[in-house]
């Protein structure tokens, strides 16, 4: 008798859970796909040139206001270089570069070069930025080639 009263309980909790479970399953499936479509989009964002600029600004504003917090900065826009390769600018320039580390950010201004590490709110170094002239008009010289003969090509 025992055994006969067991089974209808167990068959009405197998007809609870068969429902359950697909409805679980369903809203996995769903989430599941709402992801893949987020990153199809996402990869189809990436490829937008104008998406990838304003994410480097973005990015650039995040690091010049961490490091703005440190110290003054000049009123000017510079160029930023995450550092790939340390050991590499350490064979480059050793004195500055001696306690750079891989994920570090230059911040090249137009007087002075600074070393920031932005993970952890430090400056590493700072160096006077000092331009060659000479350097700089060989530079606008070749440039200046370069650009007559793109535009010989091109017509």
């Given at each position: ?25 369903a ?74 580390q ?50 010989e090509?091109?017509?």
């Amino acid at each position: 008798m025992k055994e006969a009263k067991t089974l209808p309980k167990k068959k009405g909790f197998v007809k609870l859970l068969l429902p359950l479970l697909v409805v679980l399953l369903a809203g996995a499936l769903v989430y599941l796909y709402l992801q893949y479509d987020n990153a199809q989009k996402e990869i189809v964002r990436l490829g937008d040139p104008a998406y990838i600029s304003e994410m480097q600004e973005n990015q650039a504003n995040i690091t010049l206001e961490k490091l703005g917090k440190l110290m003054l900065l000049p009123d000017e826009s510079p160029t930023i270089a995450t550092i790939v390769d340390a050991d590499a600018l350490r064979g480059e320039n050793e004195l500055f570069y001696k306690d750079a580390q891989n994920d570090d950010k230059l911040i090249i201004f137009s007087d002075k070069a600074i070393l920031f590490r932005e993970s952890e709110d430090l400056i590493v170094n700072v160096a006077p930025v000092f331009l060659n002239p000479e350097a700089e008009q060989a530079t606008d010289e070749v440039v200046d080639e370069v650009a007559d003969d793109t535009q010989e090509e091109t017509f």
